[in-house]
């Protein structure tokens, strides 16, 4: 549905460095980057920016040219959305199923949105959560072919992150493109879907590595590791040596490693394959690809949808860690539920 080939846009903050994405009918593509990024890569698919080289095609057509005529079959909702804030939240989806002459039934996309409770408010009373909901139900009433979502869970919480999770996975089962844009790699991977990593360097995939196998000299190493009870971590130029029971989790991003202490992100020197077979004696479990969570700090695991889950944690910011589908039985097997 959306295909980009050797996109390349150079701009002041940021750097569309020769891309190339394809988002099936039907499929979900979620990408982590800052904010300028996410803003001109948009920019440029919605035909706002000149490209500097390159073609982004929508439906095998164009994207200038698509825009020009089915414009309405795309479905943007952005990190900051404007309102009409006069508006109650019924007028509102009332208001724009008419100027876009939409077919769907608007109440009960706002039943599905959990908006119905609140449809007699003024949107300028909502909060950021609630204005985020209405705008994807906004866009729902296009049926769109094609969704751009920016910062999709952005500061929710757990009710609306399920709301719009569930929301994106009935969207592709109908057939829609999702294309999701996170600052946050944790979101994107929560998210689910394909998953990449954009910034000057490039588009590049989240590695999904194999679990390796291990072998006689790693259990021997593994044996002597029983024995060390501190991993080492680095800030500035000064070495800190955690005890594994004071970590909530360990996390890899940009093949960069780092340890997550009482809220603190520290850098680790080690690998994440080589951490999971150090603090796996400890109770560390290897949830996610990019992630290993104490599961001493696990206090919910919560089913977002079919094919997404996460580990809630009960430290201070209640963290959501992903968990994959594919690590779940196993999770059930070791916590014997």
């Known amino acids: 549905m959306l295909k980009i080939k050797n996109l390349y846009k150079k701009q002041a903050n940021s750097f569309i460095n020769h891309i190339n994405l394809m988002v099936e009918k039907g499929s979900l593509v979620s990408i982590e980057a800052d904010r300028e990024f996410s803003n001109t890569l948009i920019d440029l698919i919605l035909d706002k ?19 020009h005529k089915n414009k309405g079959n795309i479905g943007v909702i952005f990190r900051d959305e404007g309102f009409y804030d006069r508006f109650t939240v019924e007028e509102y989806m009332r208001y724009y199923t008419e100027i876009i002459d939409s077919k769907v039934n608007y109440r009960e996309i706002m039943l599905k949105f959990s908006l119905l409770e609140i449809a007699d408010k003024r949107i300028k009373t909502l909060s950021y959560t609630k ?5 994807f139900a906004r866009e729902i009433l296009k049926e769109p072919e094609l969704l751009i979502f920016q910062d999709p869970i952005f500061d929710m919480d757990k009710n609306a992150t399920g709301i719009i999770l569930k929301n994106i996975e009935e ?7 999702v294309l999701s844009i996170s600052a946050s790699f944790k979101e994107a991977m929560l998210i689910g879907g394909k998953v990449y990593v954009l910034d000057e360097n490039g588009l590049i995939e989240a590695e999904d590595k194999k679990e390796e196998a291990v072998t006689s000299e ?60 150090r603090l796996r004696c400890f109770g560390f479990f290897r949830c996610h690809r990019s992630y290993i969570v104490n599961l001493q700090k696990v206090k919910e695991v919560v089913t977002w949808t079919r094919n997404s889950y996460s580990l809630i944690l009960g430290d201070v910011e209640k963290s959501s860690i992903p968990l994959s589908k594919g690590k779940l039985t196993e999770l059930k097997e070791i916590l014997k539920i």
Do not use: W
Not at 131 to 135: D, Q
């Open 171 to 177: 969207l592709c089962n109908k057939g829609t493109a």
């Open 49 to 67: 920016e000149v490209i500097g080289s390159g073609e982004i095609y929508i439906d095998q057509i164009k994207h200038s040219d698509y825009i």
């Open 131 to 135: 204005r985020k909901i209405l705008s």
């Open 218 to 277: 790693s259990k021997e190493k593994l044996e002597f590791m029983h024995k060390i009870e501190k991993i080492p971590a680095k800030i500035e130029e000064r070495i800190l040596l955690f005890d594994p029971f004071e970590i909530d989790y360990a996390e890899s991003e940009s093949g960069v490693s780092s340890l997550n202490v009482r809220g603190e992100k520290f850098q680790c020197m080690m690998s994440l394959t080589e951490l999971e077979e």
